[in-house]
């Protein structure tokens, strides 16, 4: 019954043009947002208007949530998921967004609490995703990553990257896949790149991937979805066989968009 509501609702939604001011937001804000296919853009701002319908944000800290906040914030995570099933943050209902870095207080855990978090606490954040949420965002770093997917940090991207881990119920960097055989190929490659990742920090070596991705699995699967959408040449010429089972995951070959965008 839940499931008929919802779809009839989202076809009324999607009845409703797309606002040319949140269009203004999308060329103006998101980098990534000219180098989709015009039917790719149709698409993304359909997830776009589904999420700010469905999720509450709530500005924290005294920041007041507007339409740009909504929108870039919307769209990054959407940009995620614009080849997968519809379904990937339904258990997901509110966003929470404090205007800079913040250190979250302690909060006590009941014996029965499913409120998985990525982030331990008193530490000073950009983001955090949590089991059923809320998913915490730093506007700044939100609107700095936006504007220069070249430096390879999203802090939307990573934490949304935590949820879709986390469909399964646990953190583990392996997300709901398709088949067995990419099941196979992700462990493989994944298990082999994240133990490379680690021996190399561990002996101070420049890496592509950032460093952070050594924590633990999930964390490298946060730092590898980060890469895969704002440097995905680099990624593809450096980490080919990452970078292809990442294209797998997500249906989307970002490498060779780009290279459609820019002529390259």
């Given amino acids: 019954m839940f499931n008929w509501w919802r779809k009839r609702s989202r076809k009324k939604l999607l009845q409703t043009p797309f606002p040319k001011k949140w269009r203004q937001i999308l060329q103006e804000r998101v980098a990534h947002y000219p180098f989709l296919t015009a039917a790719e853009q149709s698409h993304l701002e359909e997830l776009i208007q589904i999420f700010i319908a469905e999720k509450n944000f709530?500005?924290?800290g005294g920041l007041e949530i507007t339409d740009e906040i909504r929108v870039v914030i919307a769209a990054e995570a959407s940009l995620l998921v614009l080849c997968l099933p519809p379904f990937q943050y339904?258990?997901?209902?509110?966003?929470?967004?404090?205007?800079t870095t913040v250190a979250l207080p302690?909060?006590?855990?009941?014996v029965f609490s499913q409120g998985l978090s990525i982030v331990p606490d008193r530490q000073a954040i950009l983001g955090q995703a949590m089991l059923r949420g809320p998913v915490i965002l730093v506007w700044d770093a939100?609107?700095?990553?936006?504007?220069h997917p070249e430096r390879g940090h999203n802090v939307v991207y990573h934490e949304f990257a935590h949820i879709l881990d986390m469909r399964d119920g646990s953190a583990d960097g392996t997300p709901e896949l398709r088949s067995t055989r990419l099941f196979k190929e992700w462990v493989e490659i994944c298990s082999k790149e994240y133990f490379r990742?680690?021996?190399?920090?561990?002996?101070?070596?420049k890496t592509l991937l950032d460093a952070y991705g050594a924590v633990h699995e999930a964390e490298?699967?946060?730092?590898?979805t980060e890469l895969f959408f704002d440097r995905p040449r680099q990624m593809r010429s450096q980490l080919p066989k990452l970078y292809e089972v990442l294209s797998a995951y997500y249906l989307q070959d970002t490498a060779a968009r780009k290279d459609l965008a820019t002529g390259a």
Wanted: charged share 20%; with cysteine.
């Fill in 220 to 224: 490298f699967f946060a730092v590898a």
């Fill in 197 to 205: 990742l680690q021996k190399s920090v561990a002996e101070g070596q």
């Fill in 58 to 60: 709530e500005g924290c």
């Fill in 90 to 99: 339904t258990g997901l209902t509110s966003v929470l967004v404090y205007p």
């Fill in 142 to 147: 939100v609107v700095r990553d936006a504007r």
């Fill in 106 to 110: 302690q909060k006590r855990t009941g």
